[in-house]
């Protein structure tokens, strides 16, 4: 998703939904307890659309009977860190509900020098500065798993990578990463869309779907959005006119 995202300063207004057009955004919902602010629309659902839109910011969906937006998303490195990018650039990525307010950050420190067993952690933030979970992954493009931790940074789940050959055939079918509790049971799932060939090899453009038990901790359902995001960072991001990881 980084090519096509544009850098915006935090607290930059979001253009809104063009007047008479198919989006609608979520209506606000009060305040839930130990729900953090912007958060509690994730109580009620267990289906989260990602899109991403060429040029534009990637879009967050509520799926049920109706699709609602219910966040932008945008991408920001600091300067220090185009300049110094290391093994695995740090990132700030931002979701904006529809008050224009940062609801919820992903935020990874640089990487220099990593070896091929050197864990990557990506931790979420939810309001801004408190830390709602992490995700943890191992460098390297053959490690394919995750763990999703809590704030006090315990795993509570993991999330699995396809398990057949990376690119036979990947190209043309969705690829579906698996969620499931540390005991193995499966309880979800975080699967990117085929876009069919001419998307998949020249633009570097992707959807994603994630499903999650209803009454999944709030925290945790913010952090699987994370999760998603990060996924396509390091395997579906960068295409480069189909140099792409499929």
């Known amino acids: 998703m980084d090519n ?3 850098t915006v ?9 063009v007047p008479g057009s198919a989006t609608q955004w979520m209506a606000p919902l009060p305040p839930i307890p130990n729900c953090p602010p912007g958060l509690e629309y994730l109580t009620l659902i267990d289906r989260i659309v990602v899109e991403e839109k060429k040029d534009l910011l990637d879009v967050v969906i509520g799926a049920g009977l109706q699709k609602y937006v219910v966040y932008y998303a945008y991408h920001e490195r600091p300067d220090c860190e185009k300049m110094c990018s290391g093994d695995f650039p740090g990132l700030s ?4 509900d529809n ?24 931790f979420i933030e939810a309001p801004i500065g408190t830390r709602i979970g992490s995700v ?3 460098s390297g ?5 995750f763990w999703v931790t809590d704030a006090e940074g315990k ?5 699995l990578g396809p398990t057949d050959n990376w690119k036979c055939c ?15 049971a499966e309880i979800g799932e975080i699967r990117k869309k085929y876009m069919g060939y001419m998307m998949e090899t020249y633009t570097d453009i992707d959807n994603f779907t994630v499903n999650f038990p209803m009454d999944l901790n709030v925290h945790t359902k913010a952090t699987l959005i994370g999760a998603t995001f990060i996924i396509d960072m390091f395997y579906y991001s960068n295409n480069q006119a189909g140099n792409r990881r499929n």
């Open 170 to 184: 990947a190209e043309y079918n969705d690829r579906v990463f698996k969620i499931t509790t540390l005991e193995g």
């Open 136 to 138: 943890r992954h191992k």
């Open 9 to 17: 300063q935090p607290g930059s207004l979001v253009p809104p939904p």
């Open 99 to 122: 008050f224009q307010r940062q609801v919820m950050r992903l935020f990874r420190p640089t990487e220099c020098k990593l070896t091929c067993t050197a864990q990557i952690e990506t």
């Open 93 to 96: 990525t931002f979701m904006i």
């Open 155 to 159: 795993s509570v789940l993991q999330i």
């Open 4 to 6: 096509h995202a544009f």
């Open 141 to 145: 493009f053959c490690n394919r798993d």
